[in-house]
């Protein structure tokens, strides 16, 4: 069994995030952790795994080249974060059966743009995506709450203390590597948390 040996961080419900960093290279064999990702989220959870993808940009003559440098997978008790190899490699056509299963859906904040992105210039197909701005705008009738970002609109659905999140972005460039997957594993556990109370 894939071990999550990262930093383990509390959140202010007193629950516990367990996390894992990879730096994915050619011989990174990345499927036990996804694995345990997905049995975490259907025997622990609600089928749902928030996700983020962070890209990397570069500019090829006068158009601009987009290219999935990073994936953040959170659920109830989990965090992963994933760096992606400048070269694709064998070992993410894991990543890309993982993102095409039909026994979860992938919930994010503001994502149909990444989701086009994925498939233009990965090919990579989420088979079941939920924006949680827009399921929040219809549950609560504010169609404004479409448009928030993470933390802005988890403050709205949970209201819930933000302040060690805050405390860490305002320093985001002294921030070292343990703060910055304490951040990672904050905001999974709140868009977690904002998709769990709308379901209810």
Not at 41 to 48: H, T
Not at 73 to 79: A, D, F, G, I, R
Not at 102 to 113: C, L
Not at 178 to 200: F, P, T
């Amino acid at each position: 069994m894939a071990n999550f040996d990262g930093p383990g961080f509390s959140m202010v419900d007193d629950s516990w995030i367990q996390t894992k960093a990879i730096d994915i290279e050619p011989s990174t064999d990345i499927s036990p952790y996804l694995s345990r990702i997905l049995e975490d989220c259907v025997w622990n959870g609600n089928r749902a795994i928030v996700f983020d993808v962070y890209w990397d940009v570069s500019s090829v003559t006068t158009k601009s080249k987009r290219r999935l440098s990073s994936v953040k997978l959170s659920t109830k008790n989990l965090c992963l974060f994933l760096r992606l190899p400048n070269q694709s490699t064998d070992n993410l056509k894991d990543l890309y059966r993982f993102f095409a299963s039909k026994f979860v859906t992938f919930v994010g904040v503001q994502i149909e743009e990444d989701l086009v992105l994925l498939k233009e210039t990965h090919g990579i197909v989420i088979r079941s995506s939920l924006e949680i701005g827009k399921l929040a705008a219809v549950a609560r009738g504010t169609p404004i709450v479409e448009f928030l970002g993470a933390r802005e609109l988890a403050h709205k659905i949970l209201s819930c203390d933000m302040s060690r999140l805050d405390s860490i972005q305002s320093k985001w460039d002294e921030a070292g590597g343990d703060d910055r997957l304490e951040a990672a594993a904050i905001e999974g556990w709140l868009i977690y948390n904002v998709y769990d109370q709308l379901q209810q």
